[in-house]
């Protein structure tokens, strides 16, 4: 086909052309509207309301920002490390109680603190025992003398441990924190000097937004403070069982019905295997006589 009759069809279908053009600058705008949405959306001091809507968020995402930082913080000296673990120890029978009282008075000796206590009995007669299981907040500076103590009640049966450093989170943290409370130190000052109505409506909407948000990051570091300043135990306490707690007497009903089942169970067995026996027989029989002619 030649140039000229390719001119030829296009005219005849200009429609379909017109519709192909109008649709490509339609996803190519849409596709720029929406990289200029994302640039200005971003949180800042100014329109965060606006901001969150066009990323389809709450409001209070946009108050409250999430961060994924790196924990490591090399440059930072002094480290903020948060303890925890978990221990499980078993008691002698019939000392539960006894075991339960020590342990109270270690924590109490430390100035510690029990969170959460359970305490469950188990099964009845020879078969009972008791197992508890305890959340402890103890002082960071006194948790080895704690876990220590805690580790002589009964036989230990599992113990982990755990320190996490979140040295970079809490920097973090802290440097925005003190942003934010120089950007509301700048809406004071620009409430102070505003002199039209509608000025003063919105600075005072964008000072309560920053007041929440610098709650938010108070809030998050007092947080970590807490978690820092006193170490989580969990604590798990379990008395032995009687040796004799599974033994039981075999019921008469019990071993007629074994003997009934293994009977049954031998019948079958012969009434497979029996007919293989006759058939070998019979071809041995017939070999024998075979054998004598």
Not at 55 to 75: I, Q
Not at 97 to 115: H, V, Y
Not at 226 to 245: G, L, P
């Amino acid at each position: 086909m030649g140039l000229k009759e390719q001119f030829v069809k296009l005219k005849d279908n200009w429609l379909i052309v017109l519709l192909v053009v109008v649709l490509f600058l339609f996803m190519s705008g849409s596709s720029v509207l929406e990289q200029s949405v994302r640039s200005i959306g971003g949180y800042s001091g100014y329109g965060i309301e606006e901001s969150a809507n066009d990323r389809g968020l709450s409001k209070s995402a946009a108050y409250y920002p999430s961060y994924d930082t790196d924990d490591f913080a090399p440059e930072v000296e002094s480290r903020v490390k948060i303890k925890t673990s978990s221990l499980q120890t078993e008691v002698e029978r019939g000392t539960f109680f006894e075991s339960a009282e020590r342990f109270k008075s270690i924590i109490t000796t430390a100035d510690g603190f029990i969170l959460n206590e359970n305490v469950n009995k188990y099964g009845e007669k020879r078969r009972e025992y008791y197992s508890g299981s305890y959340t402890l907040k103890v002082d960071t500076k006194k948790y080895n003398a704690v876990i220590s103590q805690l580790r002589k009640i009964g036989e230990i049966t599992s113990f982990s441990e755990n320190e996490r450093d979140v040295t970079g989170t809490y920097t973090d943290l802290n440097t925005e924190l003190e942003a934010e409370k120089a950007r509301l130190e700048r809406y004071q000052e620009m409430y102070d000097e505003a002199t039209e109505v509608e000025d003063k409506i919105n600075l005072n909407d964008r000072i309560f937004n920053q007041e929440r948000t610098i709650k938010y990051y108070e809030e998050r570091i007092e947080n970590i403070d807490k978690r820092v300043e006193y170490s989580t135990i969990s604590f798990y306490m379990t008395e032995k069982r009687s040796d004799y707690a599974d033994l039981a007497f075999v019921k008469f009903s019990d071993l007629i019905k074994g003997f009934v089942s293994s009977t049954a169970r031998l019948f079958s067995l012969l009434f497979v295997v029996l007919p293989w026996l006759v058939g070998i027989g019979m071809i041995y029989g017939i070999y024998r006589l075979v054998k004598r002619r």
